[in-house]
């Protein structure tokens, strides 16, 4: 007998409702549990269902109108004093058992550090299937199911998952996929009080919190990037990079190669394994141009790549290219920024 026989029995069609699960960030809502409200109105436009959002915290019910501004139909609130402090076991149980009371169909997490951390665990709790990283998302046309559309491979395939027999489906996707919806202070929407099953202990206390400053705008909502490669042949190359961002008023960032070597921390990776960015303008400096590092940029307006190799993969996926030697042609850009900058103080 299967484990999961129990589970077979379970008829999709009583699950109704696309969730979204807001994430708080220091008083607001995250925008990344935003951007998840944006996809779930548009799949349940598709499925004549309504949009549920949900928060977890101590004090957070104050922004339910936010969400409802935003896009929510219905927003389920947990505020309690137990949830004062993030444990991903105990904010996983209670969005399972909010999913266990309201079954939902679909609840979308935005993939961040927590998301990622404890949406495996809602997944395990209510013994469904969760999908990750999904860079868009479908309805089936015949049966009406969710499929998560994600990368596989390295980035060479395209998936389309759906959970089978199993509600709600899980999705993840990655912050700054998709767009954030724009806020409708005249929607009106339900304000649902809940008051999640959870355990009392789960053996980890809070010892300590240290607020590290990030000091610069984070990439991922950065409008000029200036990224570095292998290319650079070393961490003096960031040196000239991080005058011109200073310039042109950006930031810096770098590729997988140029982390893994050191020359960068990982918090300015964009790629696969890094961040996807939606940057105004995207400098790809000394960047091959692999498919791994492109899955990152495929939402930046205006890429420009630098690479004295006319070969590299990145003249192919880029709107401007310049062949030549970075070392030659930044400072050669830093200069005529300047001139222009003292052309318009004149």
Same mark, same amino acid.
């Given at each position: 007998m299967s484990i999961c026989s129990e589970w077979d029995k379970i008829d999709p069609r009583e699950y109704r409702g696309i969730w979204a699960y807001l994430e708080v960030e220091d008083g607001v809502l995250g925008e990344g549990g935003l951007q998840m409200l944006g996809v779930a109105r548009n799949l349940a436009s598709q499925k004549d269902t309504y949009v549920g959002g949900v928060l977890i915290g101590k004090g957070v019910s104050s922004l339910a109108r936010e969400a409802i501004y935003y896009g929510a139909d219905k927003v389920f609130i947990a505020d309690d004093e137990k949830f004062e402090e993030y444990y991903a076991a105990l904010y996983a149980e209670a969005l399972a058992s909010l999913a266990k009371e309201h079954?939902?169909?679909? !609840?979308?997490?935005?993939?961040?550090?927590?998301?990622?951390?404890?949406?495996?665990?809602?997944?395990?709790?209510?013994?469904?299937?969760?999908?990750?990283?999904?860079?868009?998302?479908?309805?089936?046309?015949?049966v009406k199911d969710v499929l998560g559309v994600r990368p596989t491979f390295g980035a060479y395939l395209i998936a389309h998952i759906r959970t089978l027999n199993r509600r709600p489906a899980i999705f993840t996707a990655r912050p700054n996929v998709f767009p954030t919806p724009e806020r409708n202070p005249a929607r009106e929407g339900e304000i649902i009080h809940t008051q999640p099953k959870v355990a009392d202990g789960y053996g980890v206390k809070l010892v300590n919190k240290k607020r590290f400053s990030r000091g610069t705008v984070p990439i991922e909502k950065a409008k000029i990037l200036v990224s570095g490669g292998k290319g650079l042949g070393?961490?003096?190359?960031?040196?000239?990079?991080?005058e011109f961002a200073k310039v042109i008023g950006g930031e810096i960032s770098g590729s997988r190669k140029a982390?893994? @070597?050191?020359?960068?921390?990982?918090?300015?990776?964009?790629?696969?394994?890094?961040?996807?960015?939606? #940057?105004?303008?995207?400098? @790809?400096?000394?960047? #091959?141009?692999?498919?791994?590092?492109?899955?990152? !940029?495929?939402e930046a307006r205006c890429v420009v790549a630098i690479n004295k190799d006319p070969d590299a993969p990145i003249f192919d996926n880029c709107d401007y290219g310049l062949i030549g030697d970075y070392t030659e042609v930044i400072p050669a850009l830093i200069k005529a920024v300047k001139k222009l900058q003292a052309r318009k103080t004149e």
């Open positions: 079954k939902p169909e679909v !609840i979308l997490v935005s993939g961040t550090m927590r998301g990622r951390e404890f949406t495996p665990y809602v997944a395990n709790t209510l013994r469904t299937g969760i999908t990750a990283d999904c860079t868009s998302f479908e309805v089936d046309p015949a070393s961490r003096d190359g960031f040196t000239i990079l991080q982390v893994d @070597a050191g020359w960068i921390t990982h918090d300015k990776q964009v790629g696969q394994t890094g961040k996807t960015v939606r #940057s105004d303008l995207y400098f @790809a400096v000394g960047i #091959s141009g692999a498919v791994q590092h492109l899955y990152g !940029i495929r």
